[in-house]
């Protein structure tokens, strides 16, 4: 119920539009639209206040709790926003500005943070890494054996159409626990001189130069 409040209470396009200016994109799963598997059918907990204090209501902690964060000091001003939002249910968020948020994580920590996640095969079944006990950036040390034998089943599985309808229950299996709140899918901007070409861009900013050449005039 306490994890429920949180993702009722986060009012995320606010939190897109306020501090990043509308850059980047409101997250609805833990996949990303450019990773295989990702669905837009997945139902998620969207902003909604009066739902966030039922849920409260009927958590531990009715009355409100107070928490660590921990995170590194670029998102300092999406931190103040989300301290603010969950305000509003009793919950007091503390934050912690760390260099490297795994690190912190591996060396006895307990609470909540914000970092970022990336897939750089582009395929769901990296869910495996976040989201089973022997994942390696299981940071929260998230466990539900349904999901560890359907991921087992995905990376086995040669059918693509197959994956990817077992890829989407994986998805709705962790909104309906929600061990995290996804909050946006970033976008990065590249700016390239007129006169470079030949670099490719690439989702993941592992950007290719092996062909980029400058084009004298």
Not at 21 to 39: D, E, I, M, Q, R
Not at 43 to 61: F, H
């Amino acid at each position: 119920h306490l994890r429920n409040a949180v993702a009722y209470a986060i009012n995320k396009k606010e939190l897109v539009d306020g501090v990043y200016n509308g850059v980047h994109t409101v997250a609805k799963s833990v996949l990303a639209p450019a990773v295989f598997g990702y669905s837009e059918n997945i139902k998620t907990r969207e902003y909604d206040l009066a739902k966030a204090k039922e849920e409260i209501a009927l958590s531990k902690y009715p009355n409100g709790v107070e928490f660590n964060l921990i995170t590194t000091s670029s998102r300092n001003t999406g931190c103040q926003l989300l301290q603010y939002q969950l305000s509003q249910i009793g919950l007091k968020m503390n934050v912690e500005f760390v260099p490297n948020v795994p690190d912190r994580t591996k060396s006895g920590y307990s609470g909540a943070y914000w970092t970022a996640m990336g897939f750089s095969s582009f395929d769901g079944g990296e869910m495996n890494m976040a989201f089973t006990k022997e994942g390696n950036v299981n940071y929260n040390y998230y466990s539900n054996e349904k999901l560890d034998v359907l991921l087992k089943k995905i990376n086995a599985e040669k059918d693509e159409a197959k994956r990817k309808a077992m890829l989407e229950e994986a998805q709705q299996i962790v909104a309906d626990d929600q061990p995290w709140v996804p909050l946006f899918y970033t976008k990065f901007y590249v700016a390239v001189n007129k006169n470079v070409k030949g670099v490719k861009l690439s989702p993941n900013s592992t950007h290719i130069f092996m062909d980029a050449y400058v084009e004298i005039e």
